[in-house]
């Protein structure tokens, strides 16, 4: 839904590419693609119509299919067009199912190259993904708040230098330890030995008229 989107959407860097009604938003907003993609079952005839009219055509892939329009658009631009990191817009909201695939999508094994290069921006959320290792969460003015978001199994899960630390902590199951804070500013610390986990950058917009 475009009522999740940041305001200002359209002003972010790089260069653009749709996924099935995506195409037409972009097009709407008067924003060059590189590339569209997808089934295309989200669009009206006339709306197909009209992107053939201004001259847009995408790969277009039947609707029974393996794969969703979104990973079908982050495979091509991972493989085919060489991206050094994708932002991933108008993918929460909605369906939740449509949602939670989005969310998983980096967990895929198809992602497994490129899973700390995906990222997911909306209204009030950005998600970004690590895989095991150290890594260095930094602070970001927008958002309050973070989340770790273990996707996957993982095994000795820590976090130092946050509001709220945690140690040597492992899951079978997906699991959500959300709404951390950092620390006057200052950068957090997470590192796992195994899985995939999210990190939910978030700020809250619904009837809050002050931070908690």
Known sequence: PTAN??????????????????TLELERAGINMLFSVGDY???????FA??????LTGEQFPSEKDYTDTQLAARAAFVHYGADELYIYAATG?????????????????????????HLVDRVNRFDYLT?????????ANYPYFGVIPLT??????????????????????FSWASNEFLGGQPASVCFASG??????????????KDN
């Open 5 to 22: 989107l940041p305001a200002d959407w359209q002003q972010a860097p790089g260069e653009w590419a749709a996924a099935d009604r995506g």
């Open 41 to 47: 079952d989200s669009l009206t005839e006339d709306e």
């Open 50 to 55: 009209q992107l053939y009219e201004a001259g």
């Open 94 to 118: 909605g369906r939740l199912d449509h949602e939670l695939a989005n969310i998983l999508l980096p967990t895929d094994k198809m992602f497994r190259a490129y899973t700390e290069r995906i």
């Open 132 to 140: 095991p290792g150290t890594h260095t969460i930094a602070a970001d």
């Open 153 to 174: 199994a993982v095994d000795d899960l820590n976090i130092s230098g946050a509001k709220y630390p945690l140690a040597h902590w492992s899951t079978a199951v997906p």
């Open 196 to 209: 995939v986990v999210a990190i939910n950058y978030s700020r809250d917009y619904r009837g809050q008229t």
